[in-house]
């Protein structure tokens, strides 16, 4: 625990302008970040008397090292930069909305040709329209199969498109007229696209319109005899409709607004919006948070704007949003909010009428919602915790484990060798941290020899984090402020995100500089698990040997009998089957094997799709599919002459001789057998099999 004294600026060396500040801990990871319209007074109110702190600051305080701050020319730049830092560092002090579940959502995608509706989860994409979120996905698909009858627009997949458009016949959506047919040309791309703008103009509230416009057109059709029309119509009224009483009316026709309750302990808060358009509830969705700081309504108000709106702009932020409390800087959050949007918004708290009814019921299913939370993580706290102190004592270990790393090779009949590395934090998968490995070190099948390999790897990576954090070095952390950059606070407004497609990176990478986040083996578990028996349990023990680890302990779970192994005894602990310390311990296993098993699959499908033609440099994907379409197979292509080779499109002739070369010196396929009868499978002449 570190004393704040030790790392507190100097009287003079804080500005008093705005700003957003960090504190950091030991090994330099971001723990808190924080904004104010005046740092050298929201800075001192930290390194009073720790006695007068709030438990949680305290917390903060005594874990920090360091503090640092960046300064901004107004409190929306401080705001945005806030936002920015705690999506980047992901700070263990900062408050974090989890989303209960994963919404969908009614989507248009408008950057296609022949916009598709569709449901949709998961992180918003560009070119696409969302409407919602909606509670269910049946809830959309009832909502959406009604409004058809009146925007017939495309609901199928790429594929099911492109199939109907090569045989010219539509699907049966487009049979039974709930579809416009773009496929085979009934409509044009623009008549589509302009159906496809009715839908969303409808959804988002301007039902109007459209229903008086039916009407009338049902009418003339009355008027002119044309009665089936005029039934037609009549339906598609009563369609509409019936849409439109999905959502019930709240408020004014022309209201689009979001209203945010919020319901809290002593240690927990619960977070509920309303989505509100054209009068209408158009989607509900619900968080739930940690206290971890000491935060009041209002800050948990002004972090709930941030989660909700910090990806948004344009419609998706409404024009009026209503709040049980403003926050610290209401009118610093309006100019965010209006930037987001693009006009004004109108951030206030609801006094009387149908918007205060309204904010009631919202608050009634915030507070609902929070005492269901807070009855299944009583279950599941438990649950949980009975299962660690369950393998503690099994294992005769001093604390609970609260960090649990477990690891698994896999393989097929010793090719494309793999391990993984799951984690546990608390008896719950923390995924963020899982991380996979090729084995390096020998080629074929030897599991012992693996895991040694493995766990040398991962605890290496740990000695180094270590040594480079400092934290083995017997001088003092150095006193005062880290020096504030000078940075150019529009270059802040908007950072670039961290990139990287690999959600679990390559763990023998070069490790970055030192910025703040987590590093990928800064952590070290109490309980290492291996999935095996005694050989496996005894090469992960000699691996910490060797690197000098000795107070992290070591187990394996055999899948035979489900036996527990420990280092140096000849005979297994043996957990109940009722045990949940026994369950916990199956499904780290389980969930190590899983992720194994995933990455082995995905190396053996990548080498089996391999081909010579990967070789040759700068030879894409187009042309090598032109070769193969040309010749009918690689068998064709590798008998086939430079000059042949030349003749097909775009492949000239120093590249038809690095094709060749590349055949030349490919070694020959292994056959392919027929596991049911034992033949061997011979590509033909044509390419194909027999």
Excluded at 172 to 195: D, N, Q, W
Excluded at 200 to 211: E, L, N, P, Q, V
Excluded at 495 to 511: L, R, Y
Aim: include cysteine; glycine fraction near 6%; proline fraction near 6%.
């Amino acid at each position: 625990m570190a004393d704040p004294s030790s790392y507190r600026p100097k009287p003079g060396q804080i500005p008093d302008s705005p700003g957003v500040y960090k504190f950091r801990d030991e090994h330099r990871r971001v723990i808190y970040v924080g904004k104010a319209k005046n740092l050298r007074q929201r800075l001192a109110n930290y390194f009073q008397d720790l006695a007068a702190l709030h438990p949680r600051t305290r917390t903060m305080v005594t874990t920090a090292a360091s503090v640092e701050w960046t300064v901004v020319a107004t409190e929306v730049e401080a705001l945005q930069l806030e936002y920015s830092w705690i999506k980047e560092f992901d700070p263990r002090f900062n408050v974090k909305y989890r989303d209960d579940k994963s919404y969908p959502y009614l989507a248009v995608t408008l950057d296609e040709e022949f916009p598709r509706v569709q449901v949709m989860r998961g992180a918003k994409k560009k070119g696409v329209r969302y409407f919602g979120p909606y509670g269910h996905a049946w809830a959309i698909r009832e909502t959406v199969d009604l409004m058809l009858r009146v925007f017939p627009v495309r609901t199928c997949s790429a594929g099911v498109f492109k199939n109907a458009a090569r045989t010219g016949r539509p699907c049966l959506l487009g049979y039974i007229g709930k579809c416009s047919a773009p496929c085979v040309g009934r409509v044009t791309p623009e008549e589509h696209r302009e159906l496809a703008d009715d839908f969303c103009d409808f959804m988002a509230g301007r039902t109007g319109t459209y229903i008086r416009r039916l009407e009338k057109d049902m009418m003339a059709a009355a008027e002119e005899m044309e009665y089936e029309r005029a039934a037609r119509l009549r339906d598609d009224v009563e369609a509409l409709k019936r849409a439109m009483e999905k959502s019930a009316v709240v408020l004014a026709d022309a209201t689009d607004a979001d209203l945010i309750a919020v319901a809290e302990d002593e240690l927990e808060a619960a977070v509920q919006i309303f989505h509100v358009r054209g009068g209408r509830v158009r989607g509900q969705r619900g968080w739930v948070t940690d206290k971890v700081e000491n935060v009041d309504t209002s800050g948990l108000v002004e972090h709930a704007l941030q989660q909700l709106y910090g990806e948004e702009t344009g419609d998706s932020v409404p024009k009026e949003v209503l709040v049980p409390a403003l926050p610290e800087d209401p009118d610093a959050v309006s100019q965010w909010l209006a930037g987001r949007r693009g006009s004004q918004v109108s951030l206030r708290i609801p006094q009387r009428g149908d918007k205060k009814d309204l904010m009631t019921t919202v608050q009634r299913n915030a507070q609902q919602a929070l005492g269901l939370h807070k009855t299944k993580r009583a279950s599941d706290l438990t649950t949980r915790s009975r299962a660690l102190e369950e393998i503690a004592e099994a294992l005769g270990l001093d604390t609970a484990p609260l960090r649990i790393e477990c690891f698994d090779i896999s393989h097929l009949q010793g090719d494309d060798v793999v391990a993984s590395m799951v984690v546990f934090e608390d008896g719950l998968a923390r995924k963020s941290e899982y991380r996979r490995f090729q084995i390096k070190g020998f080629e074929g099948q030897d599991d012992v020899r693996s895991m040694h390999e493995v766990i040398g790897r991962r605890f290496k990576r740990y000695l180094q984090d270590k040594e480079r954090t400092g934290e083995w070095e017997e001088t003092p952390a150095p006193t005062g402020p880290v020096p504030a950059p000078q940075t150019d606070p529009a270059a802040l407004a908007d950072p670039a995100a961290p990139t990287g497609a690999d959600a679990v990176p390559d763990p023998d990478a070069e490790p970055r500089e030192d910025d703040g986040r987590p590093k990928r083996f800064a952590y070290p578990p109490q309980l290492v698990v291996v999935d095996g028996g005694q050989p496996q349990v005894a090469a992960a023990k000699r691996a910490l040997d060797e690197l000098g680890i000795d107070d992290i302990a070591v187990c394996g779970l055999a899948k035979r009998l489900e036996e527990v192994w420990l280092p140096d005894d000849d005979d297994p602990v043996v957990l109940p089957r009722s045990s949940e310390g026994l369950y916990l311990l199956q499904r780290v296993r389980d969930e190590a094997h899983r992720f194994a098993i995933t990455y082995q699959r995905a190396k053996r499908a990548k080498r089996i799709r391999s081909s010579p033609l990967d070789a040759v440099a700068g030879l894409g994907e187009t042309r090598k599919q032109a070769l193969i379409k040309h010749f009918g197979s690689v068998k064709k292509l590798k008998q086939a002459t430079i000059d042949e080779i030349c003749e097909v499109p775009g492949i000239g002739r120093r590249t038809a001789e690095s094709v060749a070369v590349a055949l030349a010196s490919a070694a020959p396929a292994t056959p392919a057998v027929n596991t049911a009868t034992g033949e061997i499978i011979e590509e033909d002449d044509g390419g194909s099999t027999t």
